[in-house]
């Protein structure tokens, strides 16, 4: 599976953006998908992640309320709905496909390059 991030840019606190992941290769649909972002000197952290069926969603606690994963597996394109953003979400933020909807980066299997999110305070 080939994933390709986008819809990262500037945005002021209180501002929304919506990330996209196109995915192609192997079918979508049967793959787990989830968001984990970095910022500059910290590790890779997990943000969202929802399961091939999207009946199960999972949430950071730092991002729950704020954030919505959905996935369109006919579209073969997961998204991460940003509102109320924050300047420490700041970050470069990876979608990533796996077996398992985990929080933990070592349980998927593709990720896809990260896209930039800053926001100013």
């Known amino acids: 599976v080939q994933l390709q991030a986008s819809g990262g840019g500037l945005v002021q606190a209180g501002g929304s953006l919506r990330l996209s992941c196109a995915a192609s290769?192997?079918?979508?649909?049967?793959?787990?998908m989830g968001w984990f972002r970095q910022a500059p000197g910290k590790e890779r952290e997990f943000v969202a992640a929802?399961?091939?069926?999207?009946?199960?969603?999972d949430y950071a606690d730092s991002v729950k309320g704020r954030f919505t994963i959905s996935r369109d597996n006919r579209k073969n394109t997961v998204y991460l709905q940003m509102n109320s953003l924050k300047p420490e979400d700041t970050a470069a933020y990876y979608c990533a496909g796996g077996r398992g909807a985990g929080r933990l980066a070592y349980e998927y299997d593709y990720w896809g390059q990260g896209t930039q999110v800053t926001v100013s305070s």
């Open positions: 929802i399961m091939w069926n999207a009946y199960s969603k």
């Open positions: 290769g192997r079918p979508f649909s049967n793959y787990a």
